[in-house]
């Protein structure tokens, strides 16, 4: 299996948070590329944009969605503010009946957190605002649409994090706030296996490995079609995948029939590629959690060679 799960998911209905750009859109477009119904949501819409004041949109989200064979609908909702979370369940109850994937990339994080700052010099409402955006509104979108996951068995819930467990056990993550994200994250999801695995459900944690997303590409000055002209100034951006990788992933998942068996664990995208055999779209498999252990932290020189 290379390309997406075709059909795996007809009939599903997905509503991925934070599917504005980056991993969320390309989860909810493999999504809809194994044929489900998915709801994309965000801030930044045709008509508005978030505090990012970035180009990306759910609109656009959908529409990709739904040229990649599935059904995409977009609804603006910002999941720091209960009210409309209660209103976007409300909305796919009454239109679907049903929630087979939840998904929560909600993070907006990347203007906030400042590189290697303790927590005494890092900026303290930045600070405090990322873990609102990167913690809280999980347990928002969690507390109002679980109990629709819940009516049908099987459900599939996927907490987006970056980093797996084990590294970031034994890895110092960027700043203190930054690390407090991403392992809440992780244990969000520990956490919700304990809550779901008895009432028929699933959690798991997952990560992508160096995402090529809009904002990186744009970061180092490349494009999706040239990104290996950035490997001369960041060399080991060898390594890194496109936000589709980890779609098929969440795909993968959502598709098997055993995927209990994860429940409550902590997850790659390069890992599940191994077992599931899918691809990243230009036919490797990044694996970059183990590239980085065993290559960029203990100093070697860059060379992806036998990790994708």
Known sequence: MSGPL???????????????????RGIAVELGAAGATVYVTGRSTRGKRSEYDRPETIEDTAELVTAAGGRGIAVPTDHLVPSEVEALVARIADEQGRLDVLVNDIWGGETLFEWDSTVWEHDLDKGLRLLRLAVETHAITNHHALPLLLRNPGGLVVEMTDGTAEYNRNTYRVSFFYDLAKSSVLRMAFAL????????????????????????LENFGVTEENWRDAL???P??????????VGRAVAALAADPDVARWNGGSLASGQLAQVYGFTD????????????????DVGKAADATGYR
């Open 193 to 216: 296996g304990h809550e779901l695995g008895p009432r028929g459900a699933t959690a798991v944690a997952l990560t992508p490995g160096w995402l090529r997303s809009e904002m990186m």
């Open 236 to 245: 080991h951006f060898g390594i890194s995948e496109t936000p589709f990788y």
């Open 232 to 234: 001369e100034r960041v």
């Open 281 to 296: 779209r230009d036919g490797s498999r990044p694996d970059a959690w183990r590239y980085m252990v065993e290559v960029q």
């Open 6 to 24: 075709q059909n795996t998911l007809e009939g599903k209905v997905a509503l991925v948070a934070g599917a504005t750009r980056g991993a969320g």
